[in-house]
């Protein structure tokens, strides 16, 4: 079966245009979760832009800063950005679905020896960051003032050097922050790779978008479920399908041994090894769990 989209609702040349990191943290999950909703784009490498070859879109490599702009314009239609930066930048974009990846958190972090006794430790102090907006709205949703310095990189290493008393930045596994002293005292953002969209975004890109939603869900669905198989004698099999959820009831199989059934179910990745627990206990044998690539439900 052909993966084309023929009757592009654009015409011949209409494309749904994308903009994606070009070079950083973001741009290899982004462009392998085009891949696996089928798409492949020609030739990445050091490109500004690029096309499908099985999808109407068009790719644009950017500074992860200057997509919410690009979708505001309608420069482009789409976006891939993490939350922090479509939070701070504050642009006229509308935020469509979370993509799983880039996760991480904005937090403050003062020096390891400091006792902090929450955000009121901040009153008056100098916190560097390069989220000046985000930072100004924790402070007065606590109604604390406090200097905002804005840096653009390294913010890290400002107390060492004696640029401020705390920062605030991205943390995901903290080593940075413990490598130069600091401690995270507050998170004020969770955040991830979001899909956001232009606010005036014509019919025919809003179907296409569609079109790549319905991918994008099914990709993550099947990422956070999983197939699993396995052998119950048969006296067992009333308690062990009540133990698994499915997406309907289980597959029930007899086996060629006698007195034995297979059982095949989804089982979500939250709930997986507690069910997988209790499976054994209740005389599952042979238990096999496999990835699911793509789930339609
Ligand atoms: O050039 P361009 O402007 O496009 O890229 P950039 O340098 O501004 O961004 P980049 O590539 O560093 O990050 C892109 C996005 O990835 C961010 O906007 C976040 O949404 C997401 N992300 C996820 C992260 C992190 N995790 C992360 N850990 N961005 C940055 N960091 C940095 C953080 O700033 C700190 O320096 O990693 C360090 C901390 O990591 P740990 O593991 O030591 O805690
Ligand atoms: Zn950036």
Request: aromatic residues 6%.
């Amino acid at each position: 079966m052909s993966n084309k989209l023929s009757n592009s609702p654009l015409g011949a040349g209409g494309k749904l245009k994308l903009a994606i990191q070009k070079s950083g943290r973001l741009s290899e999950d982004s462009i392998k979760l085009l891949k696996d909703c089928g798409i492949d784009l020609r030739n990445v490498k050091d490109r500004l832009k690029t096309e499908a070859d099985n999808f109407p879109l068009e790719v644009f490599f950017l500074r992860d800063d200057d997509i919410p702009q690009y979708v505001e314009d309608g420069v482009a239609d789409i976006g891939f950005v993490g939350e922090n930066v479509l939070y701070e930048k504050n642009k006229k974009v509308a935020s469509v679905e979370k993509l799983g990846f880039g996760k991480c958190r904005l937090s403050v972090a003062v020096k390891r020896n400091e006792e902090y006794n929450g955000p009121a430790f901040l009153q008056g102090k100098r916190i560097a960051t390069s989220y000046p907006v985000l930072v100004q709205q924790f402070l007065d949703k606590n109604q604390v003032q406090a200097e905002i310095h804005e840096i653009s990189g390294s913010v890290e290493i400002a107390p060492g050097i004696g640029l401020a008393d705390a920062v605030c930045d991205l943390v995901s596994s903290g080593s940075t922050l413990f490598m130069n002293g600091l401690k995270e005292v507050e998170v004020i953002l969770q955040s991830q790779a979001v899909l956001i969209k232009n606010k005036n975004l014509s019919a025919d890109a809003q179907l296409l978008l569609n079109k790549l939603l319905f991918r994008i869900q099914s990709v993550k669905k099947a990422k956070n479920n999983k197939y699993v198989l396995l052998n119950a004698p048969n006296e067992k099999l009333k308690e062990i399908i009540s133990l698994l959820p499915g997406m309907k009831s289980p597959t029930v199989l007899p086996l060629a041994t006698e007195g034995w059934s297979s059982v095949h179910s989804v089982i979500n990745e939250s709930d997986f090894w507690n069910i997988i627990e209790k499976l054994k206990e209740a005389g599952a044998q042979g238990i096999l769990v496999v990835p699911i690539e793509k789930m339609i439900v």
